[in-house]
């Protein structure tokens, strides 16, 4: 408790003073100065000031060329079956939402249903209302005849399907050079043609939703059958850890997992069998799934779900090959509208009327919110593909309060005599069960105190140091970042150092204050406090297989405290290094040098 308090005080304030010594740079990437020019320390502006400074330059218009949407064109009809992927929540941001690990489900015609009927439980939807939308026929929007890629490479053999609305959309986001952007433009493109701001303000958490494209190709290239057959044969796909193998007898599931990898053989002879086949983290071996995911986890920043077995989740179900019936229903009570946990699986007798029911075709797209219990079916002779995104998993105000509240309670008993006094002596005369329907006044006067006290509570609540300690378990669970051509360029992975004729050569590039520098992305980075230090905790070199690796960070020292909460909080505008709220050059040197260093800043200008 005392840890999380300083650590709050420690940010507010800022930075507290203390010299040290120099860090080494030995090992730095980056030539440092040896004899840093002096220069006449200049006087402190504050952060927020800077901020405004800023803010005041002229942005990039929205409706520039980099960010404009481009029309799909309707293509032929795709005759082939797939099956299916679902992806939970990331989310991994947020401090905004979660997209996690994608699940791929690979359903047999044999196969009634993938899932089984599930409802989440613990909350209740209100009456939803079906919205259908209809993609019309597009026109192609004039543009580069070879639009570069977001990132060369697609979800197995590196070319993404010529011309298809997915890789258009991948090279758009390639121009745009915020990352925000790319994360509101990808998911405009996703529920497409239905506005974002619509969906958020009347749909989320409260109705099922179709969007219906009439275009096969919409989502072309994300994954396949193919590329499902070729992980298979090429990466170490485990059961049970990677794929699982499950059927439906008689309404209840029966998962047939063998021990070790999923070789070719036993897959496709369990699917032959009447299997359903779900890849739980298609994003650890598709580049174009992992593409996908990591802008799209900006979107939501609070990515919830990256266990892919819970049904407590937001769930964009895209379908990808093949057709699938679906019905959706609303939660059955009060108690299971929004709900906390997955539910287990229920027989046909237990459920009512669906809400919707339809069967969804490639480039078709379902949205419903956790508690709606959901079902679907293979139609006959031909298997499905879909790719499920699931959102928001434990993060609702409850969570944040169930996090908040024991710390705000020893707060207020460290800090308020109130809190620390003793119940009175005769309260079980008068309080519990038994005393509940007591008229007695001391009843009234006790029930009373509580409420006066549990009102005082918000004033001892850490609210910043839990959102921190949010912030840092969704730095945790991202997928590392995807970079545009401009950010690899203009950071240190676009350095032309290399090995050459027995030595490295275009060695000695270095930061000045001169030098302009902002984040890499948004969202990869956050300053979190502990124990009275402050560190930068970051996503970069995180795994694309959920928490394969511990979290990341650097310390940063109190110095330089003011100098990161304005590189944070100023993107995507650039600062001079020069500028940087520091007391010395060398600190400024330090702290930009070693964020270049972790691949966290760019330059505006690439560094020679």
């Not at 999380?4 to 040290?20: C, E, H, M, P, V």
């Not at 509570?457 to 959102?467: I, S, T």
């Not at 730095?475 to 950010?487: A, C, Q």
Request: net charge negative; aromatic share 8%; charged share 25%.
């Amino acid at each position: 408790m005392d840890g999380l308090r300083a650590s709050a005080g420690l940010l507010r304030r800022g930075r507290l003073r203390r010299r040290r010594q120099p860090q080494p740079h030995s090992g730095s990437v980056l030539a440092l100065p040896l004899r840093p020019r002096k220069i006449r320390r200049q006087l402190r502006r504050s952060v927020a000031s800077r901020m405004a400074a800023l803010r005041a330059q002229t942005l990039p218009s929205e409706d520039s060329e980099d960010s404009r949407v481009e029309s799909t064109v309707d293509g032929p009809v795709d005759p082939l079956a797939g099956g299916v992927v679902g992806l939970p929540d990331a989310a991994r941001r947020e401090p905004y939402g979660h997209l996690g690990p994608a699940e791929l489900l690979e359903a047999s015609p044999a196969s009634r249903s993938l899932q089984t009927p599930r409802a989440l439980v613990e909350s209740q939807t209100p009456a939803a209302r079906l919205v259908e939308a209809q993609t019309p026929p597009a026109r192609l929007m004039e543009g580069p005849a070879l639009p570069a890629r977001l990132v060369p490479g697609s979800a197995m053999n590196g070319e993404l399907p010529w011309d298809s609305p997915l890789q258009r959309v991948l090279a758009e986001l390639n121009r745009i050079p915020s990352s925000r952007r790319r994360a509101a433009r990808l998911f405009e493109w996703l529920i497409s043609p239905m506005p974002p701001d619509h969906f958020y303000r009347r749909l989320w958490e409260r109705e099922a939703v179709l969007v219906r494209r009439q275009d096969h190709t919409y989502y072309q290239g994300l994954f396949s059958t193919a590329d499902l057959d070729s992980m298979l044969r090429n990466e170490e796909v485990q059961f049970g850890q990677h794929l699982d193998a499950a059927r439906y007898i008689n309404g209840r599931r029966e998962t047939l997992n063998p021990p070790g990898r999923a070789l070719p053989a036993a897959a496709w002879s369990l699917y032959q069998a009447g299997c359903s086949l779900r890849l739980l983290c298609p994003q650890a071996f598709s580049t174009t799934v992992w593409q996908f995911l990591a802008v799209l986890q900006e979107q939501f920043g609070s990515m919830a779900g990256l266990c892919p077995h819970y049904d407590d989740i937001e769930a964009f179900v895209l379908q990808l090959e093949g057709r699938k019936l679906w019905r959706v229903y609303r939660p059955r009570v009060p108690t299971e509208e929004l709900a906390l946990t997955s539910s287990p699986n229920f027989s046909q007798d237990d459920l009512g009327e669906p809400v919707l029911q339809t069967v969804l075709e490639p480039g078709d797209l379902l949205y419903f919110p956790r508690g709606f219990i959901h079902q679907a079916e293979c139609q006959d002779g031909v298997h499905s593909l879909h790719l499920t995104l699931s959102t928001y998993q434990r993060n609702t105000w409850g969570d944040f309060l169930e996090a908040v509240l024991p710390l705000a309670v020893q707060a207020a008993m460290e800090e308020n005599v109130e809190f620390r006094r003793g119940l009175p002596r005769d309260f079980m005369d008068y309080m519990g069960a038994q005393h509940s329907d007591s008229k007695d006044p001391r009843r009234t006067a006790f029930m009373e105190k509580v409420r006066v006290l549990v009102a005082r509570l918000g004033h001892f609540a850490p609210v910043d140091a839990v959102a921190d300690q949010r912030a840092k378990d969704f730095i945790h669970d991202s997928l590392p970042p995807v970079l545009t051509d401009r950010e690899r360029a203009l950071s240190v992975y676009g350095l032309p150092i290399r090995w050459e004729a027995g030595e490295p050569v275009n060695v000695g590039a270095q930061l000045t204050t001169e030098t302009e520098v902002h984040m890499l992305q948004d969202g990869i980075a956050r300053l979190v406090g502990e124990g009275g230090h402050l560190f930068l905790y970051y996503t970069v070199e995180n795994s694309r297989v959920y928490h394969l690796e511990e979290p990341k960070c650097l310390e940063i020292y109190p110095q330089q405290a003011d100098a990161m909460e304005l590189l944070l909080r100023s993107y995507p505008e650039f600062v001079r290094v020069g500028d940087l709220p520091c007391d010395s050059v060398e600190d400024q040197l330090s702290l930009a040098t070693m964020l270049y260093d972790k691949g966290l800043l760019l330059t505006k200008m690439p560094l020679t």
